[in-house]
């Protein structure tokens, strides 16, 4: 029987997430996240179930991951895509912690400049992610 959550994106972070999180169990991690049924985390993690909004916040923080990443994995797997266009128009993009240190870099490096994306400069960043 197909899980209808299997193949999203939220499914595939949440297990690869468990599996860095060890030693820390799955029962802890929901535990942690205040989910009643310590199996939801494997619910989640195999897409049996989708992960209710209102516990993005606490299950982040249990998985020690960025919660703005969690929660527009969670919009997506819920099919949300039409709230989340509106939250990228009322709010802007949103950015992961982790872009916010990206960026910073990049503007550190280029001397706050706003340097143009250039060819060149598109291939240097691809190089780094080997894309």
Same mark, same amino acid.
């Given at each position: 029987? $197909? /899980?209808?959550?299997? &193949?999203?994106?939220?499914? &595939?972070? =949440?297990?690869?997430?468990?599996?860095?999180? $060890?030693?820390?169990?799955? =029962?802890? =991690?929901? *535990?942690?996240?205040?989910?009643?049924?310590?199996?939801?985390?494997?619910?989640?993690?195999?897409?049996?179930?989708?992960?209710?909004?209102?516990?993005? @916040?606490? @299950?982040?923080?249990?998985?020690?991951? &960025?919660? /703005? *990443? +969690?929660?527009? +994995?969670?919009? /997506?797997?819920?099919? @949300? #895509?039409?709230?989340?266009?509106?939250? &990228?128009? =009322?709010?802007?993009?949103?950015?992961? /912690?982790?872009?916010?240190?990206? @960026?910073? #870099?990049?503007?550190?490096?280029?001397?706050?400049?706003?340097?143009?994306?250039?060819? *060149?400069?598109r291939t240097a960043l691809r190089a780094i992610f080997s894309k």
């Amino acid at each position: 029987m $197909k /899980r209808p959550y299997e &193949d999203s994106e939220l499914a &595939d972070f =949440i297990a690869k997430r468990v599996l860095q999180m $060890k030693p820390k169990s799955q =029962i802890d =991690i929901a *535990r942690e996240a205040g989910f009643p049924n310590p199996n939801f985390v494997s619910m989640l993690k195999s897409g049996a179930a989708k992960l209710p909004l209102d516990r993005v @916040l606490a @299950l982040a923080n249990a998985l020690e991951c &960025d919660p /703005r *990443r +969690l929660f527009l +994995l969670a919009l /997506r797997q819920q099919g @949300l #895509e039409t709230e989340r266009d509106a939250l &990228d128009q =009322i709010f802007g993009t949103v950015v992961t /912690r982790n872009e916010v240190v990206w @960026l910073e #870099e990049l503007r550190d490096a280029s001397g706050r400049t706003d340097p143009t994306l250039t060819a *060149r400069s598109r291939t240097a960043l691809r190089a780094i992610f080997s894309k």
